[in-house]
């Protein structure tokens, strides 16, 4: 495993997100977590999956980001302190705009080489596992997505018909992506974080 980081800023403000990056070569899977400040189940659930994984065994790369909006995760806040912006709600978001704006940019521009993207949220009441994607009109991955969704096997599939947000950015650049939602943290049990521990990438 080794460390990487990413870095967005704006004039003195510069915020540096660590990665975990695990593999050398081959395709590769990107997981995120934190988009919404005020969620926290990914966290728990990339830190058990981290405590899983063999790196021995790995047929292509794993890079894990438990807190991309690590800024709005400290305070507890869904959306940024800086702008008031709300990072999955600003698509590819803008290199020269607020800094909300510009982390969407730079992480973008850091998953644009994945594989696929898998990216963890949870509701705020209880709820079942729910694998969520963008509606989009993009062919290629539409199939590839239709292929990763035999293999899950979800029990609830959410098609999510918003133009805002990540899941849509990345279609339109062709790289496959799903959401993951979960019970809030008081609701999940230790049963559905291991079934959300994305256990088919493992092996």
């Known amino acids: 495993m080794k460390i990487e980081y990413i870095e967005y ?3 003195a403000v510069m915020i ?12 590769c899977l990107t997981i995120l977590s934190g988009d919404h400040g ?4 990914g966290i728990q659930i990339l830190q058990r999956f981290t405590n899983l994984l063999n790196e021995e065994k790995l047929a292509g790369r794993i890079r894990i980001i438990t807190s991309v909006n690590s800024v709005a ?3 507890g806040n869904r959306v940024s302190p800086f702008d008031g912006m709300d990072l999955n709600r600003v698509k590819s978001g803008d290199s020269s705009g607020s800094l909300t704006m510009r982390l969407a940019n730079t992480l ?3 998953l644009s080489d994945s594989d696929l993207v898998v990216d963890l949220h949870n ?8 694998i969520g994607y963008a509606v989009h009109h993009h062919v290629e991955v539409d199939n590839k997505m239709h292929e990763i969704l035999k293999v899950f096997r979800p029990e609830y599939v959410w098609k999510i018909d918003n133009d805002e947000i990540i899941s849509v950015a990345l279609s339109e650049r062709g790289i496959p ?5 979960t019970s809030d943290l008081k609701d999940v049990s230790d049963d559905e974080t291991t079934t959300a521990d994305i256990s088919e990438i493992r092996d």
């Open 108 to 110: 973008m521009r850091y």
């Open 177 to 181: 992506n799903f959401i993951v939602e």
């Open 73 to 75: 995760h400290s305070l």
């Open 16 to 27: 540096r997100i660590p990665i975990l990056s695990f593999g050398c070569s081959g395709p």
């Open 123 to 130: 509701f705020e009441m209880r709820s079942p596992i729910t």
């Open 38 to 41: 005020d969620e926290y189940v």
């Open 9 to 11: 800023g704006e004039g």
